[in-house]
């Protein structure tokens, strides 16, 4: 099957990697219109693909590859949470394949999601902006960590206004609030969610028999987790109960595919996170002044510490008010 990775001519957005076999996770090619990996699952007699990228170029070379790699056309597409890089190639799976997603999910995308596409749509000069503003801070940036990182972003983005014009808004037809399985003929999966800690709803896809989990945001390799909508106990929740399952090989959001230690690794990032922010506030100090951990000085998504103390720091403030 490795053979057949090497055979498909590729896609510029991710490159594939064999996890088990039928099981293959797409790892996104930072500064592509991927930006969040994929993964692509063969049932047997159907084929599901988790997350649907950026962009409708990078979803349609994901098509291609489960089609290149099963020999069948997507049945089921899984939208982990509702961030556009994990959804905006849903027109391209539609509606031939089902597209899934918890109740809470679609109903961020049927609200939240619709109105924002909408508002970019109709003036989408403020993001223009905002790219051209980080062009010229990535100019004057002397970290070289950081400096990448943003160009990555800017380069992400641009690929996502490229497609703005074209995009078609696609939501979940099928819900599900709490579990729900897929049986194929070869393999069997269990979409699971215990409530949102990323975002206001996270789901996982689980194959309990080879203990692999294609878990969207709630795990990232190696990249500093996205805490913008996040509830961090609700989190570390979570990730204490997915630790309860037998799993050795993860799929992360975003970063190479990892294990259990990656889990583990961002919960005491959240940990991390938080008493810092409890620590400065007790001594009335500025989060301003807090410093990037050397345990994630190497990780991706550098440009994301800021906006995450300041995400701990209002619900801190909230919690004592």
Known sequence: MNNQIETFEGSKH???????????AAISVPGTGSLGNAAIIDLGDATIVVDTFTTIQAAEDLKAAAMYLTGKPVSYVVNTHWHSDHTSGNQVFAPKAQIISTSATREMMDTFGRNRLSQQLSNPEPIYQAIDEIEKKIQNETDEKLKRDMQWENASDREYMKILPDLVYTLPKITFDHQMSIHGSDLSVQLITYGGGHTQSDAFVYLPEQKIAVMGDLVLSKHHPVMNNANPQEWLNILEQVELLNIETIIPGHGEVCSMKELHEVKGYIKDIVALV????QSNRSIHDILIPNAYQDWYFSTYFKSNLKKVYDLTIQSTD
């Open 14 to 24: 991710f490159r594939l990697n064999q996890v088990a076999k039928g099981v293959f």
């Open 278 to 281: 409890e620590e400065t506030v």
